[in-house]
């Protein structure tokens, strides 16, 4: 429970580890959270993000799996799909200005385009799981991503697999990770994240969690 309400999409956001490895995500359904993503505010319209995007059982999926972390490796493989976001960091070859006055901040755009395409899944009953634990040198090699773009962040999506749905034939999962993402979501009170007048000024509208 949110206080104040917010909008179900953002409230029954999760990011679980636990996804059901029998979901396929088919061309529309990845194509609409793409777009989700694309439709996501930028610097100056300049979308300096991009995506590498593995489906699990093809090539690029492989790929993605190769470089994971050990701890990613246990879970993330069962997703229906592993994107890989990119930010530009640098002028494009046949664009010496690239569009951008500065770099700065297209880290900050990338998070934003995540953040519609999590939202985005919620809409369609799935769930997104970001971290950042892989190879990322593995990752520009693999793929050959230009000198100019950073590889940052790994975005797991998926049919979320609660306990009450497996059966013996589920695959293992690490018990604590199936009862820590069922427990209610908790964030620190508004009173500690936004301020009035000074740093460490509560700005006084509620105390939501």
């Given at each position: 429970m949110t206080t104040p309400p917010i909008d179900p999409l953002l409230r029954d956001r999760r990011s679980?580890?636990?996804?059901?490895?029998?979901?396929?995500?088919?061309?529309?359904?990845?194509a609409s959270l793409l777009?989700?993503?694309?439709?996501?505010?930028?610097?100056g319209n300049t979308q300096p993000w991009r995506f590498l995007v593995g489906r699990r059982g093809d090539a690029s999926h492989a790929r993605i799996v190769a470089a994971l972390s050990r701890g990613n490796r246990?879970?993330?493989?069962?997703?229906?799909?592993?994107?890989?976001?990119?930010r530009q960091v640098g002028a494009e070859p046949d664009d010496p200005k690239g569009g951008l006055r500065t770099y700065d901040y297209t880290a900050y755009d990338l998070g934003?385009?995540?953040?519609?395409?999590?939202?985005?899944?919620?809409?369609?009953?799935?769930?997104?799981?970001?971290?950042?634990?892989?190879?990322?040198?593995?990752?520009?090699?693999?793929?050959?991503?230009?000198?100019?773009?950073?590889?940052?962040?790994?975005?797991a999506v998926g049919r979320w697999l609660p306990s009450a749905e497996r059966t013996t034939d589920s695959p293992d999962v690490d018990q604590a990770n199936v009862e820590r993402e069922e427990r209610p979501r908790k964030r620190r009170p508004l009173d500690q994240l936004a301020f009035a007048e000074r740093f460490g000024e509560p700005l006084r509208v509620g105390h939501g969690e």
């Open positions: 679980p580890s636990v996804f059901d490895p029998t979901h396929t995500l088919d061309d529309s359904q990845l777009e989700a993503a694309r439709w996501s505010p930028s610097w246990q879970w993330a493989p069962a997703a229906s799909a592993i994107l890989i976001g990119l934003q385009s995540a953040a519609h395409l999590s939202v985005q899944a919620v809409s369609m009953g799935l769930a997104v799981h970001q971290f950042g634990g892989f190879d990322h040198d593995a990752i520009a090699a693999g793929f050959a991503v230009p000198p100019q773009w950073e590889v940052l962040s790994g975005i």
